[in-house]
């Protein structure tokens, strides 16, 4: 029997496992107890209710946090980003910092998995762009008036 899944991308544990290991704290060193995956769980789906996070196709817990094993829906090309970023938070639970490299790498895996586009508002018809800007003098161009006149 072929089960066919709902959601895709790695499994929520996945992203946690980095995480830590970005921290110096990989699993196969130190055993993860099952309260700290709780934690790193919960600021995962912190995380992803934010913006520009919220972009991407997480698969949210229908109650409480859900589980580590659960797919996440995301997809690969987003994985050290989410990853990355899931490590920056929990560096302070931690008492530790990314290095340099480390903030260089999230910060490019961020440009390439989020292609950022600025939220606009539409205006309404008729509205100059720059009108309500208070160091503008006016919103329109005048016409000058000529010294012959």
Request: charged residues 25%; negative net charge; without cysteine.
């Amino acid at each position: 029997m072929t089960v066919l899944s709902l959601y895709g991308g790695r499994l929520k544990r996945d992203f946690i496992e980095t995480a830590f290991e970005e921290l110096g704290s990989a699993g196969y060193e130190f055993e993860r107890t099952p309260e700290e995956v709780s934690s790193a769980l919960r600021r995962l789906n912190m995380l992803m209710t934010e913006w520009p996070w919220s972009q991407l196709a997480y698969n949210f817990p229908l109650q409480g946090n859900g589980s580590a094993e659960e797919e996440s829906g995301i997809e690969d090309a987003a994985f050290s980003a989410v990853a990355y970023e899931l490590a920056r938070r929990l560096a302070g639970m931690w008492g530790v910092q990314l290095s340099g490299e480390q903030r260089k790498a999230a910060a490019e895996a961020k440009a390439q998995a989020l292609p950022v586009s600025v939220p606009t508002a539409l205006m309404a018809p008729g509205t100059v762009r720059g009108s309500g800007r208070t160091w503008r003098r006016t919103a329109y161009i005048t016409e000058s008036v000529s010294e012959e006149e």
